[in-house]
């Protein structure tokens, strides 16, 4: 895990859910032994995005709501590498969400992690569209009007290969289901619960604590959708959390893609051999 350690300090607030799902990225790539040179981090804007300078390897961070594409477009270019792509519940449910759409659809081959604290943190507390309806918000104290995206009937709704779900104040689970993740063949979709004890005075550290219930202590199939979207939506009285659903047999868009069919090479490998430098002595 030291490898991946930076002597940048932390900036997130005492108490603070990305922590936790720090701790738990950088034990899930030291046990899948994976160095810091073979994994590509990707990061949104938001509180989650300044782990950007606190977690050591290649690491990009883009635009806001963005970071589906440019963590797919890596991946293409080179899928030999794993990527790991973190957003927001505000940028990746509202901003990001067309992204998030197609990643699912065309089961690209990388790691999302929402990093789910239903509000945008980094601007001091607004309402995303994952705050619970009816929560009086920073800049919103009567609460805001529309209702909750319901996130988990939209995901499964698009037919996803790979849905977990986590809690900030749970590392070791969190470890497993990242292993998971990254190991799975196409899109992995894991929404992280993110305690974030600034703005979000519904969803406490505590409250999760309280709520959450592993499916890997009683009899759960990963392969069984139907259930799986089930105990996904259905958080009235516990939250079903770990890997939920996984369909270990569709290939990723990679995979399908024709003109790669039979190839051994990776685009980046090719585009290596390829002398541009005519061309950008024109462009100078
Ligand atoms: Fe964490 Fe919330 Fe503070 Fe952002 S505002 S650093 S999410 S506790």
Known sequence: MSDFGSSNPCTWCDGCGNYGIWTAVKRALAELKIPPHGVLLCYDVGCHGNMSDKLSGYRFH???????????????????????????????????????????RSNYPITFILHNNANYGLTTGQASSLTWQGQPMNTSPNSIPEATLPSMDFVFSLNPTFVARGFSGNIPQMVEILKAAVQHRGFAFVDMLQACPTYNKFATHNWLLEHVYDVAEGKHDTSDFANARAIAIDTSERISTGVLYQNMDAPSFYERLKPRENIKTVPTEEVAKVDVGEFMKEMV
């Open 62 to 104: 883009g635009l806001h709501g963005r970071v589906i594409p440019f963590a797919s477009g890596a991946k293409l270019a080179n899928p030999r590498i794993p990527v790991i792509a973190h957003g927001g519940d505000g940028a990746c449910f509202s901003e990001g969400i067309g992204h998030l759409v197609h990643a699912i």
